[in-house]
């Protein structure tokens, strides 16, 4: 990014109207994508001086309780209601996950699911990180899910949503394709970059469950309604302008697996698998077909 | 600018949890667990009995429903105290309409002050859960050891005086714990909290002087979290627990015991516009087969 400057120079501006044709695989109108969060939050984590971890006094019991909720409760409900309609996930992990708890990385990588950065844990920021300790911790997360897993991560979310000026710079340098940092779009489109070439993976706050129940205040079955509009509504602006559109859905296990939660969202699933406009994939290979089909 | 090399150390980065309280275990690989009843799914009503003394401390934090106007805070003080006078008794009634045994968290403080209530929650058969003192009595990191001992030796022992028994249970205010909270709750010979909402089912807690059980009392089910802090209805609220039990009773069948915890409060679902939904809910709850009501007593208990 020009770092200082009002403009940020993230993109260039391409209006919305009269795009060029963009085919999903199979004629699909829009490329819908899961996002599962699978994080790690410390009980007693070290200060950031930028941001702090925990609203309360460590441990903040309840904040770290309902994290945990989602690796020993949430996950299963979540990744079985995706695997019985079809979805793979494509997890934003704290990569510490590989050390912590293998049994859910390993259970996520059974199923086909994609893996890419999130961070060492959501309990630590890259806020205030010089250049090398910013690079320690990309090629940290590239070896660990990589020992993990087997998988080369593609993409990017930041720690808790924890940037610097030289972020995208760094993971376009380390040969990473996409950012799910930018929110500008309901395409795939080109960022700017020092070295390399990547593109910003359309992501969602506005539909992210986080916000769903705790910024926008809805019920269960008021978030399923949410995601069919937003479905909808893709689907059919792919379809009519030939432009392919990506949605996605990003999850958070101790959220979206509650047991008053994960019926009303598997009634979404079954929604987008039945309506037939849906290429249901992983956000590495909405990057690989992007990239291939679109000179950069 | 550059961050201390420390804050790219991660000693505790191996497996298992951060810290030695429990392991790690997935709810759908356990060995099933059994409610008194034999029916699947435990229906756990807790409600949260609390006094709030019209001059807050906020040592070490304001609870959550504590006085919020310059004092005198007339407005708040009064409703709260609604609750225990009105809304407490609409619950009560409507549990012995289905004949639902409940755990009622109680304020030391209303032991003291409204020793009948305590009465009236023992004559009904209803587990009293010691609560912390008032509501002044929260817990946190900073709060000195001997003070948070004694707060917690005055809430059970006063319990113990007007109730005629000892409770067994403990639930902080706001779930809210310091670092040595389970520890001196151990030490003070209670067997279960209901603090800790990373899970479903009882566990087993160390604490470093001896085991707790602790009983996951979901914060997400309670009407504190979806009707004071999210602002959906009570009818919505009766939904999204009715499709909660849909879920558990069908795991139930699969997996062994499920448990649903009720947190309610009894100024926010005891009032005169929401009670019917409440009651509705137990009298739906209660036709439902594979179904019981249970104390957290009983479900802490069920861990043999």
Known sequence: MREGEKDPGLYDFRPYRDRPPLAWPGGKSVAVWVSPNIEFYELDPPANPHRKSWPKPHPDVVGYGHRDYGNRVGHWRMADAMSKHGFPGSVSLSVAMCQHLPEVVADANDRGWEFFSHGIYNTRYSYGMDEAQERALIEDSIRTVREATGQVIKGWLAPALTHTPRTLDLIAEYGLRYTCDLYHDDQPGEVHVKSGRLISMPYSLEVNDHYGFFVYNMSPREYADTLIRQYQRLADEGERSGAGTVMCIPLHAYLIGQPHRIGPFEEVLKHIAADGRAWITRSGDIADHYMQQVPA | ?304
């Not at chain 2, 030695?20 to 275990?25: A, E, F, K, N, V």
């Open chain 2, 1 to 304: 600018m550059t961050l201390d090399p420390a804050y790219l150390d991660y000693p505790l980065r191996k497996a298992g949890m951060d810290h030695d309280h429990y392991r790690w275990s997935n709810l759908f690989e356990r060995p099933p667990i059994a409610w008194p009843s034999g029916q699947g799914v435990a229906v756990a009503v807790v409600i949260n009995l609390e006094w709030f003394p019209i001059i807050p401390e906020d040592k070490p934090f304001r609870a959550p429903g504590h006085m919020v106007t310059p004092y005198p805070d007339y407005r708040h003080y009064t409703a709260r105290e609604y609750g225990s006078r009105v809304g407490f008794y609409r619950m009560l009634d409507a549990l012995m309409r289905v004949r639902a045994r409940a755990s009622v968290a109680v304020n030391a403080a209303i032991a003291t002050r409204y020793p009948q209530v305590i009465a009236d929650i023992v004559a009904a058969g209803h587990e009293i859960v010691a609560h912390s003192t008032d509501m002044n009595g929260t817990i946190a990191s900073g709060l000195p050891e001997a003070d948070e001992r004694a707060l917690i030796a005055a809430s059970i022992d006063t319990l113990e005086r007007v109730s005629g028994s000892r409770p067994r249970g403990w639930m902080s205010i706001a779930r809210s714990q310091s670092f040595n909270t389970p520890r001196l709750l151990a030490e003070a010979g209670l067997s279960y909290m209901c603090d800790w909402v990373n899970d479903e089912l009882p566990y087993r807690f160390a604490t470093g002087a001896g085991d707790l059980v602790n009983v996951p009392i979901n914060h997400e089910l309670s009407d504190r979290q979806i009707v004071t802090v999210q602002q959906n209805s009570a009818d919505s609220y009766v939904q999204q627990m009715q499709d909660a039990h849909v879920l558990l009773a069908g795991e139930a069948k699969r997996f062994g015991g499920r448990m649903l915890p009720l947190n309610i409060t009894p100024y926010v679902m005891g009032l005169p516009y929401r009670i019917d939904a409440f009651e509705r809910l137990l009298a739906h709850l209660a036709e439902q087969p594979g179904t019981a009501f249970h104390t957290t007593g009983e479900i802490a208990g069920a861990l043999g």
